[in-house]
C-alpha cells in the first residue's frame, strides 16, 4: 500500500528476486558450488531447494497486490560461450524452480520476465516452451546480440533491452546512434520488444550517451506507426 501511494496512476513495480546467484556467490562461491556439484551433491539440492522455498514464499505474498505488475527475476545462468551449469543441474536444481515462480505470477495474471547473462542459446526452447516465462532480458553483442535472439525467437517470446552495454558507455556522436538505429530496426519489427540497455545502467555510463538512447526512441516512435 505504501508503494501504491507514490506511484502514478498507470505504473507498476516489479518484484525481484535470486535463486542461482545465491549458492553461486554468496553460499558455496564459484569454485566451492562446482566441486560440491561432485563431492556433496545433495547438500547442493539441499540449499538449492530451500533457496528456493524462500524466494517462493516472497513471490507469493507479493504478486497478488494491486501495485506489483510482474516478477522480474534475476539470474545470471551463464558466461560468453554458455551456461555455469550443465543442462542436466539446470533442470534438476533451477528450472523447477523457475517453473514454480512462472506459475505463482500467471495466477495472478501477470507475466515473468527472466533477466539473465550470459550465452542463453541452448537453453531458450526450455526458458520459453518448458518454464513458459514471457520476456528476457541481458544482452551483449560478444556473446549474445539482442539482433540475432530477436530473429530467432522473437515470435515466441519477448525481449528487452539489449542495447550494448559497452557500446552505450564508450561510443559517442554518430557512431552510437547510428548503432541505436540498427537495434532498433532490428528488434521493433514484429512486436514483442522493450527498448533499453542490455544491463543494468552502470553508474560510469557518460549521461548524455543514456540521453541519446532515449532520444532515438522517442525519434522513432514519432515516425513510425
Not at 531447494?49 to 501495485?67: C, P, Q, T
Not at 540497455?197 to 548524455?208: A, C, K, Q, R, W
Amino acid at each position: 500500500s505504501i508503494i501504491r501511494d507514490f506511484l502514478p496512476e498507470t505504473m507498476k513495480v516489479g518484484v525481484v528476486g535470486t535463486l542461482f546467484e545465491e549458492p553461486l556467490e554468496w553460499i558455496f562461491g564459484y569454485e566451492g558450488l562446482f566441486y560440491m556439484l561432485t563431492d556433496r551433491p545433495e547438500l547442493v539440492t539441499a540449499v538449492f531447494d530451500k533457496v528456493g522455498e524462500i524466494i517462493l514464499a516472497f513471490y507469493n505474498s507479493v504478486i497478488r497486490h494491486d501495485s506489483v505488475g510482474c516478477i522480474f527475476h534475476a539470474d545470471d545462468l551463464g558466461f560468453k560461450t554458455g551456461t555455469f551449469l550443465s543442462i542436466g543441474d539446470l533442470k534438476r536444481l533451477v528450472f523447477p524452480w523457475f517453473k514454480k515462480y512462472v506459475s505463482s505470477a500467471h495466477a495472478q495474471g501477470k507475466p515473468f520476465f527472466l533477466h539473465s547473462c550470459g550465452n542463453k542459446e541452448r537453453i531458450m526452447d526450455i526458458l520459453i516452451d518448458e518454464l513458459g516465462i514471457d520476456a528476457i532480458h541481458a544482452f551483449e553483442d560478444a556473446s549474445s546480440p539482442v539482433t540475432s535472439y530477436k530473429k530467432k525467437w522473437g515470435k515466441r517470446v519477448g525481449i528487452i533491452g539489449g542495447v550494448d552495454l559497452d557500446k552505450l558507455c564508450r561510443s559517442s556522436g554518430r557512431e552510437l546512434r547510428d548503432y541505436l538505429r540498427t537495434v532498433l530496426e532490428a528488434c521493433l519489427q514484429g512486436g514483442r520488444y522493450a527498448f533499453g540497455s542490455g544491463n543494468s545502467i552502470t553508474n560510469y555510463l557518460p549521461v548524455e550517451n543514456y540521453l541519446a538512447m532515449l532520444e532515438e526512441a522517442a525519434k522513432w516512435r514519432s515516425v513510425r506507426p
